[in-house]
Nanobody, 115 residues
Framework: VQLQASGGGLVQAGGSLRLSCAASGGIFSRSLMGWYRQAPGKQRELVASITTAGRSTYADFVKGRFTISKDNAKNTVYLEMNSLKPEDTGVYYC??????????WGQGTQVTVSS
């Protein structure tokens, strides 16, 4: 199983980025998929998640700004991030949480929002 995250970068406040996470190894269709982030000196926190049925949930601090979605044919989950703020800076990780078996994490992609 592999999770390959991409799409991070440097953006000015108010800008947008789209993260992607491609899953291999047959886990995507049976997993809750999530995006987490970790800022320097802080704990990793949940940003958004999407169930196998397509139901999404969001942390309060991104509601109305971020959108999680997935493409089952491509085994890929996305995180569309709009109206970015400097406090959104951090390493963003995708996670696969299958109905059974261990969880899997992607390698992380850096998002930096300048003020």
């Amino acid at each position: 199983v592999q999770l390959q995250a991409s799409g991070g970068g440097l953006v000015q406040a108010g800008g947008s980025l789209r993260l992607s996470c491609a899953a291999s190894g047959g886990i995507f269709s049976r997993s809750l998929m999530g995006w987490y982030r970790q800022a320097p000196g802080k704990q990793r926190e949940l940003v958004a998640s999407i169930t196998t049925a397509g139901r999404s949930t969001y942390a309060d601090f991104v509601k109305g700004r971020f959108t999680i979605s997935k493409d089952n044919a491509k085994n890929t989950v996305y995180l569309e991030m709009n109206s970015l703020k400097p406090e959104d800076t951090g390493v963003y990780y995708c996670k696969a949480d299958p109905a059974y078996g261990p969880n899997y994490w992607g390698q992380g992609t850096q998002v930096t929002v300048s003020s």
